[in-house]
């Protein structure tokens, strides 16, 4: 088992920047894909980014490719997203998750967290 606790979730304005954490306690961290998701009101939990085990390769989706950067500790076992220049599409909830994979796809990661809210007003 994994355990996936994330933080660093709030409000800010359109343009602004925030960093969420993802901690991991429980099986070896260093093993997993991890990757973060998010859910909007009313619409489908959807891919962000994902980054392999290692750290050397990461995924992102077109939408945030470019002012999200996915990183990672295994040392402290935690995963991380900034995200800058953010838009008020951004809203939504934040779940970290991990797997044996790197993938895009909701279905090839094991462990969730419970999400952070992230609301960008304009």
């Known amino acids: 088992q994994v355990q996936l606790v994330e933080s660093g979730g709030g409000l800010v304005q359109a343009g602004g920047s925030l960093r969420l954490s993802c901690a991991a306690s429980?099986?070896?961290?260093?093993?997993?894909?991890m990757g973060w998701f998010r859910q909007a009101p009313g619409k489908e939990r959807e891919f962000v980014a994902a980054?392999?085990?290692?750290?050397?390769?990461?995924i992102y989706a077109d939408s945030v490719r470019g002012r999200f950067t996915i990183s990672r500790d295994n040392a402290k076992n935690t995963v991380y997203l900034q995200m800058n220049s953010l838009k008020p599409e951004d809203t939504a909830v934040y779940y970290c998750a991990a797997g044996p994979l790197l993938r895009t796809s909701r279905g090839t990661y094991t462990y969730w967290g419970q999400g952070t809210q992230v609301t960008v007003s304009s």
């Open positions: 980054i392999a085990w290692s750290g050397s390769s990461a």
């Open positions: 429980g099986r070896t961290f260093s093993v997993y894909a």
